[in-house]
């Protein structure tokens, strides 16, 4: 008898677990409308030249030093970052003689509730303080930024839905106009295989449009097509891409839009988080000019 009782608690237990497993999760953030679509037309590409390198000691403080050089001009700077659970402190120098320190505090002062701090220096006008509260629930989810200062701006952002279709909005209220600098509205719908989106954005002007499909079980394949409508002009734009997962290490993208611009990259992973990027830019309407290169190469020691 007193295995039975055992077996049947055990069955309660991994059907609870189970249950737990298949329980659905919320909608996404409003932020993430349209994000995997965006990602694939513009992350990545680049037009200069950029080495990075990032060593890490024993005490976990990260140091990276950065280059950048696009035609006569260059940059430079190193940051060191260190991290203890959800807080962090970074620090960068450049080459300008500017110091920016962040500080950010997740979850330690109220639940749900990160605090993000920024200086800088000379420009210490520019400095901030902001404080974000995210709360997620099973069918909805809310977030609230206020910037803590002479101005401050506050930024809201509510979805409402589940993982595969969700509905949102998201205002931005400037106190030195006390107006609605920002309006957007949307809805998205997502599964595995496909990512749509429709966002109505800048107060009602721009009407942007988003479709991403993932090709086969592997999913490898990725396209994507996305049209935007200024409705104050009645201008229209298109562009569309393509997204290669050729093997572990490397990635191939390309994007084309109405305008002639035609981009590639490839991505190629050396080691673990180290990575070399080659982007071109061609103009297909001025064959003629010279088409822009560029490169990035980040070590991790």
Known sequence: MANNSHQRK??????????????????????EFGKFANDLLTKGYIHNQTLSI???????????????????RSTANVG?????????????????SSIATTLSFGGEIL????????????????SQLNLKFQQSFRNADLSISVGLNQSPDILLSATIGTSSIAFGIESKYKSTSRSFS???AGISVTNPSRDASIILAEKGDLLRLAYAHRFGRSRKISAVAEVTRRLSNNK??????????????????????????????????IKPNSSLNISAEFNMKALDKIPLIGLALALRL
Not at 54 to 71: F, L
Not at 111 to 126: D, I, M
Not at 252 to 258: G, I, Y
């Open 182 to 184: 920002r309006l957007d």
């Open 236 to 269: 229209n734009s298109l562009a569309v891409g393509v997204s290669c997962i050729a093997d572990k290490l490397t990635t191939v993208k390309a994007t084309l839009n109405n305008r002639g611009k035609l981009q590639a990259l490839l991505v190629h992973n």
């Open 111 to 126: 639940p749900s509730t990160n605090v993000n701090a920024s200086l800088r220096l000379p420009e210490y006008g520019s």
């Open 10 to 31: 055990k069955k309660r237990s991994k059907t609870s677990k189970r249950h737990k497993q298949q329980e659905p999760a919320g909608p996404r953030r409003f932020s």
């Open 54 to 72: 990032s060593t890490h000691s024993c005490n976990g403080v990260i140091i990276t030093s950065r280059a950048s050089r696009q035609g006569r």
């Open 80 to 96: 060191a970052q260190y991290k203890y659970k959800n807080n962090a402190v970074e620090v960068n120098f450049d080459t300008k």
